[in-house]
């Protein structure tokens, strides 16, 4: 089957809003032009399912290129906050990728969308999304889909990170540092480290409902806070409170023994030129911060992507021939391959 095939235009309905607490830039995304065309995809394609380890079923899609031009690292990308695996970016990225021959799965993980219902245990359902979803619980589903991705034969894997996802593939490897991760890819993700503290009194409300067992209870953001979605539940603003330091700094800019001191497998990042969280001068913060710690990764790459916005609109193949010439370098007998010390 071919995946929005159906799919003409997409407009944006607000400005873009960021949602800053503990280790999150959260970004509500929309098209910032519209898209004339998604256009069909040329090799197989086919909607693809796992299950973590606490029995949480994401969906996903899968694009293939032909067996014959198939590469042997397989790349898995991360949705960021509010939307899900069959954004129409995202989709045309993964068959751009399959069209350079890199088999390439965006999966959907529990905080898909602003809000889900992602599984149900002892009779209670148990909410995801931006809204509801436990963001520390996530790395649960980013191990489930490079499960998925060896056990069709891609022993090796890139992972993606993009916006708000790029947060948990940081924190999937600063814990993890999975061999079978060849690099990572920073795609409009958090660079800056974030500062700003827990609001005193979402976060007391937030411990208290928690304690007696009502994580899911919505909090309203206060009306200074405008730009930040108007709601999130206490448990989400908990566990995003409770970040370790090293991934609210994962650059370590200013923090020492940050989360990208644990991984040793090459980096990409990369913003658009337009409308997008971070520019050159993030960039080249990250190439700086990396290169004054001691440990980390082996190489740094960092490319701006020239017309795109944040979702990359109308630049998808770009992004997907950014991503390939960087992979491609992953191939070579020389290079470091996993992101395991």
């Known amino acids: ?33 519209p898209l004339d065309k998604v256009r069909s995809g040329k ?56 069209e350079r021959g890199y088999a390439t799965i965006i999966g959907n993980t529990r905080m898909h969308d602003i809000g889900n219902v992602a599984g149900e245990r002892w009779g209670k359902r148990i909410r995801g999304g931006g809204y509801w979803g436990v963001t ?13 991705a060896s056990d069709r034969g891609f022993k090796k894997v890139v992972l993606v990170g993009h916006s708000a ?5 940081a924190r999937y ?7 079978r991760v060849v690099g990572l890819v920073l795609a409009s993700g958090a660079v800056r480290p974030d500062t700003q503290q827990p609001d005193s009194q979402m976060l007391a409300q937030s411990i208290r409902l928690v304690a007696q067992g009502r994580g899911d209870d919505l909090l309203r953001f206060p009306e ?9 539940s206490a448990a989400t603003y908990l566990d995003i409170a409770r970040a370790p330091a090293a991934l609210k700094d994962f650059f370590g800019v200013r923090t020492p023994n940050p989360g990208v001191t644990r991984v040793h497998c090459p980096l990409l990042g990369f913003f658009a030129s337009k409308d997008d969280v ?25 490319v701006m992507i020239e017309g795109g916005d944040h979702m990359y609109t109308g630049e998808e193949a770009q992004v997907a021939q950014t991503i390939t010439s960087w992979a491609d370098g992953l191939l070579k007998p020389d290079s470091s391959d996993s992101c395991a010390g």
């Open 278 to 302: 971070g520019d050159e001068a993030d960039l080249e913060l990250l190439r700086s911060s990396v290169q004054r710690h001691r440990t980390g990764p082996p190489r740094v790459t960092t």
């Open 136 to 148: 520390s619980e996530e790395s649960r589903d980013i191990a489930a889909w490079i499960d998925f």
């Open 43 to 98: 090799f197989p394609e086919e909607l693809v399912f796992v299950q973590s380890k606490d029995q949480i079923v994401d969906a996903g899609a899968m694009f293939t290129p032909p067996k014959d031009s198939i590469k042997p690292i397989g790349v898995i990308w991360i949705h960021g906050w509010g939307v899900n695996f069959y954004q129409p970016g995202y989709v045309m990225v993964g068959r751009a990728l399959a």
């Open 1 to 33: 089957m071919k995946l929005g095939e159906s799919i003409t235009r997409c407009r944006r309905s607000a400005i873009a809003g960021v949602f800053a607490v503990g280790t999150m830039s959260l970004i509500v995304q929309g098209c910032t032009r």
């Open 173 to 179: 490897e600063m814990d993890t540092q999975d061999p």
């Open 224 to 232: 200074q806070h405008r730009k930040y979605p108007s709601f999130v």
């Open 165 to 169: 996802g790029w947060v948990e593939v």
